[in-house]
């Protein structure tokens, strides 16, 4: 069993910048892969970036690319997704998920533990 806990969204203004962060409990967390998932309202579920158990592969939705950054700390057992150049587009509540997956991979149906989701507004 995995828990996960999100922190780190707001309100924040056009342009601007947000880290979120996801601490897993366990000792297995250097063993899953991790992902950002977001859901704005009247929206599914959709991906945004995952991270493989090392921190060697790493995906992105290709809106988000070269904009936003997931990296994990195994000591630490969290996970991060930095967000820069923030627009309207990108306000949804943001959720963590683990999977005991051999690589990261984007399909949500895969992922079997999930945060409670935190909230990110961008203001225009």
């Known amino acids: 069993q995995v828990q996960l806990v999100e922190s780190g969204g707001g309100l924040v203004q056009a342009g601007g910048s947000l880290r979120l962060s996801c601490a897993a409990s366990?000792?297995?967390?250097?063993?899953?892969?991790m992902g950002w998932f977001r859901q704005a309202p009247g929206k599914e579920r959709e991906f945004v970036a995952v991270?493989?158990?090392?921190?060697?592969?790493?995906y992105y939705l290709d809106s988000v690319k070269g904009r936003f950054t997931i990296s994990r700390d195994n000591a630490k057992n969290t996970v991060y997704l930095q967000m820069n150049s923030l627009n309207a587009e990108d306000t949804a509540v943001y959720y963590c998920?683990?999977?005991?997956?051999?690589?990261?991979?984007?399909?949500?149906?895969?992922?079997?533990?999930w945060g409670q989701g935190t909230q990110v507004t961008v203001s225009s």
């Open positions: 998920a683990a999977g005991r997956l051999p690589t990261a991979v984007a399909a949500s149906s895969l992922y079997d533990y």
């Open positions: 991270i493989s158990r090392s921190g060697g592969s790493t």
């Open positions: 366990g000792r297995t967390f250097s063993r899953i892969s």
